[in-house]
């Protein structure tokens, strides 16, 4: 069947989740089109047509939709395109999600953060700032900087200084496309993210994640290694953040939608740092999908069609982890040690990320993952030693056959919390 028969779908970014996000929209009949800048991303290998172009070109986007009379305008998990599929969707008369003032509203840190405050949704305090000087006038430490509207933690730094402010500031403004940076107070407690659908002005909980951040060097952006399902806090904070979710449904106006909530945990108290109308980077959507029985990726695509979601997930009585693999700044070579993981059963799933080839991030941001695996047990402690198992046997190589992987950062393992 060619193009001429079926409806169009735009697909913005050709990440690994995509490529399950357009083999679903080629089952529901679609000719997939994904645009993406880079010239081989690993969803390319199963759409109908690769277009390179950036996803952050809004007004291109919206030509190239135009042009092809595309039905669908797509991305469930990058945030700035997120931006993007909605502009070119009001543009071409479809009906995104929500608006694009709305997209606005929840990917510029900077007016998220307000409508948070103003709505009395708990989240640090903030200033946003142009220039160093104007920072410090009225920071307090340990704080945070990050951009405004960047993707992957991409120039963000915990500081402790003035001395640390000042060296890592223009590495965030730098990330920045509009040059602004957040300043905010650091909270400290357990990083949770918690995933709902939203349904009817009321957020319906799927699954929540514990999150294994590092930082190992002092040069490295705040990242994580890796996550575990469920995750393992009080149930008044469970209930807690099922309040401020219902908050943030009704301050920003959403419905019919994926939410993906990042928060801090401290006993029976919740703090938001930053939500997302959206699926989640990574591989969560695949444990939602197949330790709860929900399928996210199909209900992005029916909340973008306009359709209704059966929402009955289930709770899975085990245990599951992601542990991605970092190889920063290299030209991707290979990854050894994956088929032993797999036939040992140490993990369930490797999804690798970048191709041979492929140009690796430097910055240890998301873009610095090779690869992830998916593992589950019953028990913390077995999912942790599987983790330093993985570390043990698994290499990444550049193209020239140096090892490259970053092994240093698992230590946070060691001490899981529970």
């Known amino acids: 069947m060619n193009e001429q028969n079926r409806p169009i779908a735009i697909v913005l970014g050709g990440t690994n989740p995509h490529v399950t996000l357009i083999n679903k929209l080629k089952a529901r009949g ?20 690769h277009i390179q172009e950036s996803t952050l070109d809004k007004e291109r986007v919206a030509q190239i939709a135009k042009e092809r009379k595309a039905s669908i305008i797509i991305t469930t998990n990058i945030d700035q ?6 502009y ?17 509203n929840v990917t510029d840190k900077s007016r998220m953060k307000k409508i948070m405050w103003d709505n009395d949704i708990p989240t640090s305090k903030f200033q946003v700032v142009t220039d160093v000087e104007a920072a410090l006038e009225n920071v307090c430490y340990p704080a945070v900087v990050k951009p405004v509207d960047s993707n992957g933690s991409r120039g963000v730094h915990q500081v402790n200084n003035e001395e640390e402010l000042r060296h890592f500031f223009p590495a965030a403004q ?6 602004e940076v957040i300043v905010e107070g650091y909270i400290s407690g357990t990083e949770v993210s918690f995933y709902y659908f939203v349904q009817d002005g009321e957020a319906n909980f799927i699954d929540a994640y514990q999150r294994f951040n590092f930082k190992a060097k002092h040069e490295d952006v705040i990242q994580s290694t890796g996550v575990v399902f469920p995750a393992w806090i009080s149930e008044s904070a469970y209930k807690e953040m099922h309040r401020i979710s219902d908050k943030i449904v009704k301050a920003f106006g ?3 939608t994926p939410l993906f909530v990042q928060a801090i945990v401290n006993g029976d108290r919740a703090f938001v740092l930053e939500f997302a109308p959206r699926i989640g980077g990574g591989l969560s959507y695949r444990v939602m999908e197949r330790d709860c029985q929900f399928d996210l990726i199909d209900a992005a695509i029916s909340s973008f069609e306009g359709k209704r979601v059966d929402i009955n997930p289930v709770l899975p009585n085990y245990y599951s982890g992601i542990l991605n693999i970092y190889s920063p700044g290299i030209t991707m070579g290979g990854i050894t040690g994956v088929d032993k993981i ?3 059963g140490i993990a369930t799933e490797f999804y690798q990320y970048r191709l041979h080839g492929a140009e690796i991030s430097p910055d240890m941001s998301s873009g610095s993952r090779a690869g992830a695996f998916l593992i589950h047990a019953d028990t913390i402690d077995e999912i942790r030693r599987r983790v330093f198992y993985i570390n043990e046997n698994v290499e ?7 090892k490259s992987m970053r092994h240093d950062v698992y230590d946070v393992w060691k001490e899981t919390g529970k």
């Not at 730098?174 to 040059?179: I, M, P, V």
């Open 30 to 49: 679609y000719y997939t089109v994904l645009i993406d800048y880079l010239s081989n991303p690993p969803a390319a290998k199963v759409a109908d047509e």
């Open 81 to 86: 395109a997120n931006v993007t599929a909605c």
């Open 88 to 104: 070119s969707a009001e543009q071409n008369g479809l009906t995104p999600p929500y608006s694009y003032e709305t997209s606005l």
């Open 174 to 179: 730098a990330a920045s496309r509009n040059k």
């Open 254 to 256: 959403l419905d019919n």
């Open 342 to 344: 797999l036939s040992e």
């Open 396 to 402: 990444v190589y550049d193209i020239n056959g140096n």
